[in-house]
Structure formats: C-alpha cells, structure tokens
C-alpha cells in the first residue's frame, strides 16, 4: 500500500486523480451536511385551505402546518422566534428589506422600502395573482387598509407569481384592479424577497411594528380575526391614547371556504391526484387520456380524451374532458385562451361558460358544501392550469 508521501507525488502529477479526489471531498461533505435537503427546504410546501408559495412558491394544499423554510442568513435567522399562526405577539428581529423589482401602485414607480415607514404599523403581504386562497385573503387585507390606514397601518404587497404569464407587469396591474388593490405591490420575479423571509406559501403575511420588528407570522389562509387582533394590539402599543375603529371581524359575504373544502389541484402537478389511465395511443404531442371506470376519490381528477401535456398547463384537444371530485360549495378553473367549458354536474345539470382571456378562476359550480364530481369538456384553445374550490 503507497504511503502517504508516495500519494502526494502520485497527486502531483496526475490533474486528474486531483480532481477525482476533490469531487470525492465535496460528496462526502455534501452528504455528512445533509446539503440535498437543506435545499430541499426551498421547494413550496403550498398553503392548507381553512380546514385542510428562491423556489416559485405555491397554493397547493399541505398535509403538515406550514413552517418557515429552514435556510438561513443573518438577515433573517430571527423569525424563527415567530410561530406561524400564533395567537401572541413576539419579537422576531429586524424585518429583511424588500428586495429589486418593479414596483406598482406607486407615484412613477418609485420603490417602497420599509425604512422609510418606520413609525407606521406595517403588514407585508405576499399574494400570487392567480391564487384563489390569495384572492379571498386580499378582502382582508385590502379592508384592513381601509379601515386602519388613519391609525397608522401601512400595507406593502409582494407578488410571488406562481405561472410565467404572472411575470408580466401589465397582467399584474390588471390582477391588482380586479382585486381593489391600491396599496404599493412589488412584483417579486425572482423571489429574493419571498427567499428572504423564509416562505414558499401563498398567502402569508408578517406584521411589522413600529422600530421595524417582525411581532406575527401567518402562512396560508385562514386566521384573518386572530391576525386583526394582533394588528390592532400594535397599533394600539403604537399611540394608547387614540381610539381605534371598530374591529372588521369576519367578513359576511359567504366566501371563505368551509372546514374541509378541498385544496387546489395543479393538473400539470399530477402526483398523488390523478386517477386516470394513459392509453397506448400518442398523437403527435398529444397524448390520449381515457376517464377510469372505478369510483373517483375526493381531491382527485382524471382525464379523457387528447391532451398536450405540459410542465405548467395542459391543452385540451377538441371534446376532451377533465373529470374533478372534491368537496366545498363552489368549484373554480384556472383556465385562459378562447373557447367553451361545458361543465356536468353528478346529478346530470349542465352549464356553458364561454372564455375570452387572459387565465384567471372562473367560477365553473356553485352549490350547497358537500361532495361532488364534475365532468368538464373543452372546445377551442384553451389551456387548462388548475382546479381551486371554495
């Protein structure tokens, strides 16, 4: 066996056993730090619907609570002091700033930065566009804005898209319309802001008090009351002797989902919630699909037909079908393109919705909670991102 002095010659004049030995090193290292799944960690761990996000965030449903992801800096180590959902106060160190991106709802776009509202009571909020959880927190949040802006809350915004088409500015001006959202929004493209502290879940939101401390965390939907009473007990510490307005509560207008709705269902996301069989047939790029015979399990869905598959969406070619079983009141697709949804209830009730657009949640069923199954078919071009519920 060479000794060691023998070893190091060989080393020397060999580049290429150095270089072997080297990636050895890194491997063995890799392995004992456990550095896969530490990035691991940045992968989205989605957002739980009441009941039931440098990684592009996500609001598919989780089976575990949501955490703050594990990767650290000196920036952020802090908010592990915060635990997500808590009805407490606490202090979580110094908000991380909001990162580069182009900013909206602002006087020439000028940039936010958190200094600058120190003294303010602030809620960051992150949101995706397309997000159905994320478009029912935004009632909230945009009638907190309302109701406490003279108090001293200032809202910021920072738009994590989930899909390419919501890197586009001018859709997210659109988005920011239709949801009545007129406080500063960031578009994050390439999520250091999301990165920074330590989120893949949409919606989630960190309140901020008034020497620039993190004090709450909430990741996910749901807990809007628990989070006005943490955001009035901060504005209160904020000046003790003026009144504040009357709490906003619960908001009565029948759209927060009920315990157990069904969680979003990505259709290019098939793992775990796809129940149908591929046939032997493959058309060009399309793929023939056809519906199973057997009993289709809630949160799942199946398709039929030709389709054109993708990491993102999927096309639908002329009558083909998307079958979806899930439990809630009212059943959305996340579609764009031109053409029609002929939607089928189980009880055989038959509706049409004509889409002309940019994709955003088109209501497809409303009706009493309970169980349901819908058979969905697709005429035109259209491409098909997700099934959300509520």
Known sequence: ??????????????????????????????ATLDVPGRLAGLAPTGTPTTGASSATPSSAPSTQAPRLVAL????????????????RLARCGPAPALGEGTWLNTPGGDTTSLDDLRGSVVLVDFFSGSCLSCRRAARYVTAWQR????AGLQVVGVHSPERAYEKDDRWLARALDDLAITFPVLQDQGYATLTDYRTQV??????????????????????AERTERLLRQLLQDRDPDAPLPAPIGALDDGEDPEPGTTGQIDLADSRGTRVDSESDTVVGDDTRFRLPSTAQPDGTFSLGGLWTTGTEYLVPRD???????YRGRAAYQLVG??????????????????????????QVHVAPFGPEILTVRYDGDLRVYAFSFG
């Open 202 to 223: 949409l919606p989630s939101t960190y309140l901020v008090d008034v020497s620039g401390t993190v004090r709450a965390i909430s990741l996910g939907e749901g807990g």
């Open 319 to 325: 009558r083909a079908v998307a079958r979806v079983s």
């Open 337 to 362: 393109g031109s053409g029609t949804l002929t939607v089928t209830t189980s009880s055989g009730m038959t509706r049409r919705i004509v889409v002309d657009g940019d994709p955003e949640p088109r």
């Open 147 to 150: 109701t406490y802006a003279d």
């Open 72 to 87: 650290t800096n000196a920036d952020n180590r802090l908010l592990d002091r915060c635990t997500p959902g808590s009805d």
């Open 1 to 30: 066996m060479p000794g060691p002095r023998d070893l190091i010659a060989r080393l020397r004049r060999s580049p290429r056993l150095l270089g072997a030995l080297a990636v050895a090193v890194v491997l063995v290292a890799a």
